[in-house]
């Protein structure tokens, strides 16, 4: 595995594979692997000659206040991690590359991203779509993986590839749990033991949301009153959001007629944790 940080190296590379008529399957992180993660990879290694893997804390999209700092980092273990999941090029580049003095181009997708976690996390999806935009200009993929878990994420930059014109394919994927049913994620490991055994009832709101659908419930009042009694009932939990919502637009819905989103953002402690699903209507 090659490891690259500097930019000019990274497009270096891109350029002579894309000259030798290989494809580039990419994966932009900010590192703390986990088996979502490899996931991703895993999929870039089925479909592409050569799978770039980036580890990048993008300081842009924290606010401040946020985690930025305290971030999981852990070089070491993400090398060896994405070494064995067959990772051609590890790309780490560096925040005074990427932002230098004068930095002041930032991308600014509308609509979806004022809604969901947009209205708790001012600034992040601008720091999100900016830095993915830069990561794509040089790596030069022909696809991009992202995961289900941070759906709203996944739309944002399908939109953004879309709006301007982008010839890269975004490819998305289910979100891989723990055993208890908790979205992976590289936030669970700042969760002590009580606070972890709090955190899956995001899991179980979904599920309960899932199980009324199937049973024929349509109100999504009704759906949403019962999510909200199951993580109220964990003392640790406080609620940001619970939404039902249209899985293009974001958009509330009242009533389940098609395809519809429940997405959720709860606070566990100091730790902000989101998770979805879709509920399916035939
Ligand atoms: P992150 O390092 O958290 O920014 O995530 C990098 C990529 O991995 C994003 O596309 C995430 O959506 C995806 N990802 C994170 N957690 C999971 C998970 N549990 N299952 C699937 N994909 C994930």
Known sequence: ???????????KVSLALKGEGRTIGFVPTMGALHKGHVTLIDKAKRESNKVVLSIFVNPIQFAPGEDYHSYPRDKERDEIMASQSGVDVLFLPLADEMYPDGYETFVNVEGITELLCGK?????????????????????????????????????I???????????????????????????????????????????????????SEDMVKNGERDTMKIINEME?????????????????DPDTLKDIKTINGRALAALSVRIGNTRLIDNCMLGVK
């Open 229 to 245: 009694r199951i993580i109220r009932s964990e003392t640790a939990a406080k609620i940001d959001y619970i939404s039902i919502c």
């Open 158 to 208: 399908k939109r953004m590839v879309n709006d301007l014109n982008l010839n890269i394919d975004i490819i998305n994927m289910p979100t891989v749990r723990e055993e208890d049913g908790l979205a992976m994620s590289s936030r669970n490991t700042y969760l002590d033991s009580r606070e972890r055994t709090s955190a899956v009832s995001l899991y179980k709101a979904l599920k309960i």
């Open 1 to 11: 595995m090659k490891i690259i940080t500097s930019i000019s190296d990274m497009h």
């Open 120 to 156: 708790f996390r001012h600034g992040h999806f601008k720091g999100v779509a900016t830095v993915v935009l830069k990561l794509f200009n040089i790596v030069m993929p022909d696809r991009a993986y992202f995961g289900e878990k941070d759906y709203q994420q996944m739309l944002v």
